[in-house]
């Protein structure tokens, strides 16, 4: 009886070492299992209620910082402008346009507490950009919402966010293009201050 | 995200729409000037952007040979992804000549919302639950039948036309006069949003230029075109005495805005100018609207990725 238990053991433990040296590739997660993963985790936050607001906040940042990636972000938001921001003023940029879109879409998020998210499928965009689709479910409708996931650092990050059929970083793209075909890198920075601040009060 | 709630206020505005409504679409030589200068990258990079006209740049959304980076040899390519347009060359751009004029019928649309359209919504909002505001929305929503049907027909979509009408039997009778939405339950049946500015723009009508009707919202002369036939094609624009129809009218627009408050305070709440924001929105949405209608008519996932 012993041996049968002992051996029992012994292939629990195989199987297990088998399982993880042929589920090594899963290592590289896909784009759609990231993306799973993250709204996942945002979800979770905003679902639990024994937590205050602000402590929501803190959580929510926390996984942005994961699952974004913020100098991407800005690089797409601006196009070629990125290039006429001096090193200085691009590592200004990119935590104050974070900020802007964080006092933003914060309040909105947590509004959202119910919808059920659906995760579809990926659209290969280029090697290293990978376009995930999902839709929330509310009441009323369903809206499409696509994350577009670049490699790097051997995970997927989502560097724009495409909400019914709306990209988000065209959108500024097209705001800062009209904002800096008229103005200096710098006007632009204190446009973006001031906003912030703004939002602050 | 509904960027903008005002587009489907139709109000007594049509009359006016109709006096201006079937201009060219075609941008005439004249809106190319501005049509380059409020292009939104700087000039170094706009080399797919200042496409002679508004049009063109909409055809390269279906051939993308056309703004392949290979035949543009005087831009050295840099490597960086980010600086391109997306391959699909889907960066949505629309003239704006009449910019003065927009500017200022933003700002009337902006106080309508606020003013008028919100207070009253909000207070429709408290009293009315929620499932009986989500009921009339899919109430008016199946009584435009006739423009998704015909809209369907015009691009000669005809598994288009068996949904939206399978959709609308089953609703009629089972989702009660169009109160219930059973038919959204069948993979097989979900909406198709059509309409007649998006066929317009599948037969390669370009959108022309920006133009921000008052109430209506952010338009253009081919989507002003679609209206006015979205317009007759809407059985409750046939109400007599004309202020029932301006009731009924009203009233849908006060149910569908208790539905989205909140969602045009935070779309300018992210906006750096929500002018420009708001006509970029327009423009990417209403481009994508007829990209679906052009390209791979029903795009199935491919082989081998599962569907969630």
């Known amino acids: 009886m012993k041996s049968i238990k002992a051996m029992k053991r012994r292939m629990v433990g195989l199987s297990l070492l088998l399982l993880a040296l042929f589920s090594a590739p899963a290592w590289a997660a896909t784009p759609l299992d990231t993306v799973k993963s993250d709204v996942n ?35 797409w938001s601006l196009g070629g402008n990125w290039g006429k921001l001096s090193e200085a003023q691009q590592q200004e940029f990119v935590p104050l346009f974070q900020q802007v879109l964080e006092k933003a879409y914060a309040d909105k998020l947590l509004a959202y507490t119910n919808e059920k998210v659906l995760f579809d499928r990926e659209i290969k965009i280029t090697d290293t950009r990978v376009e ?21 650092g051997g995970t997927w990050k989502v ?43 | ?61 279906t051939t993308p040979g056309a703004a392949a980076p290979g035949v543009l040899p005087t831009e050295p390519r840099e490597d960086t992804d980010f600086m391109a347009e997306t391959p699909s060359a889907e960066t949505a751009t629309i003239a704006d ?28 909002k408290a009293v009315i639950p929620e499932p009986a505001r989500v009921s009339v929305n899919n ?22 036309f068996a949904i939206v009408s399978a959709r609308f039997v089953i609703n009629t009778t089972l989702g009660i006069a169009g109160l219930f939405d059973p038919a959204s339950s069948d993979p097989n049946l979900q909406k198709h949003d059509v309409d007649l500015g998006q066929t317009l723009g599948k037969y390669g009508v370009g959108q022309g230029f920006y133009l ?39 009233y849908q627009e006060i149910n569908a805005t208790s539905l989205v408050i909140g969602d045009y305070e935070a ?42």
């Not at chain 1, 293009?177 to 204190?190: A, F, M, V």
């Open chain 1, 41 to 75: 985790q945002v979800l979770e936050v905003l679902r639990n209620k024994s937590l205050k607001e602000e402590a929501k906040k803190e959580k929510l940042r926390a996984i942005y910082k994961e699952m974004f990636n913020q100098v991407e972000l800005s690089k």
């Open chain 1, 132 to 152: 995930v689709k999902t839709r929330i479910v509310t009441a009323s409708k369903e809206i499409p919402i696509n994350y577009r996931v670049l490699q790097g």
């Open chain 1, 159 to 201: 560097y724009d966010v495409v909400i019914e059929n709306v990209s988000l970083v065209q959108n500024y793209r097209s705001q800062f293009g009209d904002i800096l075909s008229k103005n200096t890198p710098e006007q632009l920075l204190e446009t973006l201050r001031k906003k912030v601040k703004d939002q602050k009060s």
């Open chain 2, 1 to 61: 995200m509904k960027p903008f709630p005002f587009v489907v206020v139709l109000w007594a505005l049509v009359a006016v729409g109709c006096a201006h409504g079937p201009q060219s679409a075609a941008p005439s030589a004249h809106f190319d000037q501005p049509a380059q200068a409020m292009t939104i990258v700087p000039a170094s990079y706009t080399v797919k952007e200042t496409a002679p006209s508004p049009q063109v740049a909409q055809n390269n959304a």
């Open chain 2, 97 to 124: 000549p009449l910019e003065p004029y927009n500017r200022a019928m933003f700002i009337f649309n902006d106080r309508m919302y606020f003013w008028l359209l919100k207070p009253v919504a909000q207070g429709y």
């Open chain 2, 139 to 160: 109430f008016f929503y199946n009584l435009r039948y006739p423009v998704r049907a015909v809209s369907c027909l015009f691009q000669l979509d005809f598994p288009c």
């Open chain 2, 212 to 250: 921000i009707w008052p109430v209506i919202g952010p338009s253009s002369p081919r989507d002003t075109v679609g209206l006015v036939g979205d317009f007759f094609l809407y059985p409750v624009s046939y109400l007599d005495p004309w202020y029932v129809w301006l009731a009924v009218r009203g």
């Open chain 2, 267 to 308: 779309f300018k709440e992210a906006a750096i100018d929500p002018y420009v924001s708001m006509r970029n929105a327009w423009a990417q949405y209403r481009q994508k609207r007829v990209e679906e209608r052009r390209g791979a008519e029903q795009p199935e996932a491919p082989p081998g990725v599962p569907r969630y």
